[in-house]
T-cell receptor, first 113, second 113 residues
């Protein structure tokens, strides 16, 4: 298994500001994934974060809005930039084990006012 | 592209009653299928996974799921619901061999006393 710690667990932010979410894994992993869960919705993949290269973004998500860092094999950050109320969601960090099982952090509950 | 569909966004059962949450996959037989549970204000926890080794898969907390190729289904069941089972349940399938997951829409399970 993998233990994933996400910080902050929740935050209330003013529109126009940015929030950086941290994800720490207890072991080295090749890929880390960032998902968004909008209120009452399912999970949608934002991007895949690979160590040593730029993140790969899914359709509808761009680096300027969601910059990602991956400085080493156990850590990643996701920034939600220039926030608007539509960005209010749960953001989840995930890692997988050989593509056979994914583990998730507790999520960051973001409210933009 | 592979996808999963969960029929019924909300399911309500009485405590002690059978739980049945439905999930159908879209096309070719996937190598893996997953059921995740999300308790209020928490991240996702793996309930069980199908790996083609067995069609009947037993998971945690008394849940099990049966893979039926003829019906392209992987429905989740539990013989007797408990109040603590109230949560959001997601069916998921891998997106190729990338480590990404594609999630169903989710089903909210309500358990009435």
């Amino acid at each position: 298994s993998a233990v994933i710690s996400q910080k902050p667990s929740r935050d209330i932010c003013q529109r126009g500001t940015s929030l950086t979410i941290q994800c720490q894994v207890d072991s080295q992993v090749t890929m880390m994934f960032w998902y968004r869960q909008q209120p009452g919705q399912s999970l949608t993949l934002i991007a895949t974060a690979n160590q040593g290269s730029e993140a790969t973004y899914e359709s509808g998500f761009v680096i300027d809005k969601f910059p990602i860092s991956r400085p080493n094999l156990t850590f990643s950050t996701l920034t939600v930039s220039n926030m608007s109320p539509e960005d209010s969601s749960i953001y989840l960090c995930s890692v997988d084990r050989g593509h056979t099982e994914a583990f998730f952090g507790q999520g960051t509950r973001l409210t933009v006012v | 592209a592979q996808s999963v569909t969960q029929l019924g966004s909300h399911v309500s059962v009485s405590e002690g009653a059978l739980v049945l949450l439905r999930c159908n996959y879209s096309s070719s037989v996937p190598p893996y299928l997953f059921w995740y549970v999300q308790y209020p204000n928490q991240g996702l926890q793996l309930l069980l996974k199908y790996t083609s080794a067995a069609t009947l898969v037993k998971g945690i907390n008394g849940f099990e799921a049966e893979f039926k190729k003829s019906e392209t289904s992987f429905h989740l069941t539990k013989p007797s619901a408990h109040m603590s089972d109230a949560a959001e349940y997601f069916c998921a399938v891998p997106s190729g061999n990338t480590g990404k997951l594609i999630f169903g829409q989710g089903t909210t399970l309500q358990v009435k006393p």
